[in-house]
């Protein structure tokens, strides 16, 4: 069974992060969406909060499931024997980390291949945190997040 990891932080899961799902789910048996803890970020939403989101929207496709991880990607991949961690490419502006993040990767496990995923043109000038601030100030997202995420947003800053 071919298995790929899609990692990230998910603060809030946006319709782009839902673009590179259904994108990778056409190309592996199984994709896990895996939710870092990533406290030294200082996320909006808990953990908890992140995997709800994820459940009630990535979850409900088939042959996507839901998990978190600690620690690091390639331990987590191993343990989930899974052959490839797919990232999504917006802009040349995303290359230079997500370059650095897959070579470090296959430096620590060789057999870990990165796969980058290029979602929808529209989705281009989509990210978490720009979701969060339109949201904080007030603006209306429900054309950029799932509709549970925009309620979710609305009740953190309303
Ligand atoms: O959505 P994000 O915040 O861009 O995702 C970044 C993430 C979670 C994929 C990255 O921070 C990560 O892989 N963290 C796990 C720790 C790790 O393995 N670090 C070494 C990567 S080179």
Redesign the pocket.
């Known amino acids: 069974m071919r298995c790929a990891i899609y990692?990230?932080?998910?603060?809030p899961i946006t319709n782009g992060h839902l673009d590179v799902i259904e994108r990778a789910r056409k190309l592996f048996d199984e994709v896990v969406v895996a939710v870092?803890h990533?406290d030294e970020?200082q996320p909006l939403f808990s953990l908890k909060d992140r995997l709800d989101l994820l459940r009630q929207t990535a979850g409900k496709i088939d042959n996507v499931r839901i998990a978190e991880?600690e620690?690091?990607?390639?331990e987590f991949a191993r343990k989930e024997e899974a052959g490839a961690v797919i990232?999504g490419l917006r802009a040349v502006s995303d290359f230079e980390f997500e370059f650095?993040?897959a070579l470090?990767?296959r430096k620590?496990d060789t057999s870990v291949e990165t796969i980058f995923l290029m979602p929808k043109e529209e989705y281009t000038y989509l990210s978490?945190r720009i979701v969060k601030e339109i949201a904080r100030l007030g603006g209306d997202v429900s054309g950029f997040v799932p509709a549970c995420v925009a309620k979710a947003l609305s009740t953190k800053f309303g």
């Open positions: 990692p990230g932080s998910f603060d870092a990533n970020k991880f620690g690091l990607l390639v990232r650095q993040m470090m990767n620590l978490s």
